[in-house]
C-alpha cells in the first residue's frame, strides 16, 4: 500500500503509525518510546506526520471550550437555576 | 488512579453527600457540571437535551451517592451516570463503535501519513482555528466524538474513559487512536486536501 514502508531503527512505517498513539500518551515503555523516537529522527515522512498528529493533539487538548461549545446557545430569560 | 487535589475534594464531597450535606454535593456538581454537559451534548441533539440529561443524571447521582464504590475517579463516575442518562433519553445506547473495519493504514493516508503533499505546519494551522476544530470534530462518527471528547478534550485518563463508555481498556486506546486519524482526516478536507479512504 505504502511505497515507503520502510524500516528504520527497528520499526517499520507502519508499525510506528500502530504505535503512534500510545506515543503521544506517553503510554510506551521507555525502550520502546525511544526507539519510535529513533524511528521518527531516521524518517522523514513519520517524523512529519508524528509532528501533525502532536500538533493537532496539542490544539484539541488547548481548545476546550471553544471546540465543543463553537457557538454558544442564546441566553433565554426565562431559565430559571436548577436544583441537584 | 490519580490521587490530586481535585480527586481527594471530590471523595470527600461524596462522602460528605453521604452523611446528608447537600452542599457539599452542590459543590461537587459545580466543579464537575461543564464537564457532564460537554459530554452529554456529544450524546444528545439539542443544548436543551443536555441540560435535561444532565439534570437528570446529578438527581441520581444525589441520591446514589452511597453507590460509589471508589474503583475509579468520581469524575468518571459522574459521566458513567451521565452516559446512562443520556440513552435513557435517546432510548438507545450511544454508538461508541467507531469504523473499525477500515484498516489504520487507510486512516493513516487520509490523515496524510505518507502524503509528499501534506504539510504538518499546515495541518497544525487549521487545527489553531478553533471553529475549524470545532467542525472537524462534529462531523465525525459519533463513537469517535465521544473518544475524543472525553480523551483528549476533556482530559480523562484512558482508563477513565474506558470505565465512562463500558469498553475495555485496549480498545478504547485503540478507538482514541483512530479517531484523531479521522479528525486530521477532517481537518485536511477542511483544509482542501482530498485523501479519504
Known amino acids: ?84 | 488512579m490519580a490521587g490530586g487535589v481535585e480527586t481527594v475534594l471530590d471523595l470527600k464531597a461524596l462522602a460528605a453527600t453521604v452523611a446528608g450535606d447537600r452542599r457539599a454535593f452542590e459543590g461537587l456538581a459545580g466543579r464537575h457540571r461543564p464537564t457532564m454537559l460537554r459530554f452529554a451534548r456529544a450524546l444528545v441533539p439539542s443544548d436543551a437535551a443536555a441540560e435535561e440529561v444532565v439534570q437528570e443524571a446529578l438527581l441520581s447521582a444525589y441520591t446514589h451517592a452511597g453507590s460509589f464504590r471508589g474503583e475509579g475517579s468520581v469524575r468518571a463516575w459522574l459521566l458513567t451516570i451521565t452516559r446512562r442518562s443520556a440513552s435513557r433519553w435517546r432510548r438507545a445506547e450511544p454508538a461508541v463503535e467507531s469504523l473499525d473495519d477500515v484498516p489504520l493504514a487507510t486512516l493513516g493516508i487520509a490523515a496524510g501519513w505518507g502524503a509528499p503533499e501534506a504539510s504538518p505546519e499546515h495541518l497544525a494551522a487549521l487545527a489553531e482555528q478553533a471553529d475549524l476544530l470545532g467542525r472537524a470534530l462534529a462531523r465525525l462518527p459519533e463513537g469517535d466524538r465521544l473518544v475524543l471528547t472525553l480523551r483528549d478534550v476533556e482530559g480523562l485518563s484512558g482508563e477513565e474513559v474506558a470505565e465512562v463508555l463500558d469498553l475495555g481498556l485496549a480498545a478504547t486506546k485503540t478507538r482514541v487512536h483512530r479517531a484523531r486519524l479521522r479528525l486530521m482526516a477532517e481537518l485536511r478536507a477542511a483544509g482542501g486536501v482530498h485523501a479519504g479512504p
Do not use: N
Open chain 1, 1 to 84: 500500500m505504502l511505497a515507503h514502508d520502510r524500516e528504520v531503527a527497528g520499526l517499520r512505517c507502519m508499525q510506528a503509525l500502530e504505535i503512534l498513539g500510545a506515543y503521544a500518551d506517553d503510554e510506551l515503555p521507555p525502550d520502546r518510546r525511544a526507539q519510535v523516537e529513533a524511528h521518527l529522527a531516521g524518517c522523514d515522512w513519520c517524523e512529519r506526520f508524528g509532528g501533525a498528529y502532536l500538533g493537532v493533539l496539542g490544539r484539541l487538548r488547548l481548545a476546550v471550550g471553544a471546540v465543543v461549545d463553537p457557538e454558544p446557545p442564546p441566553r433565554d430569560p426565562s431559565a430559571s437555576s436548577d436544583d441537584p
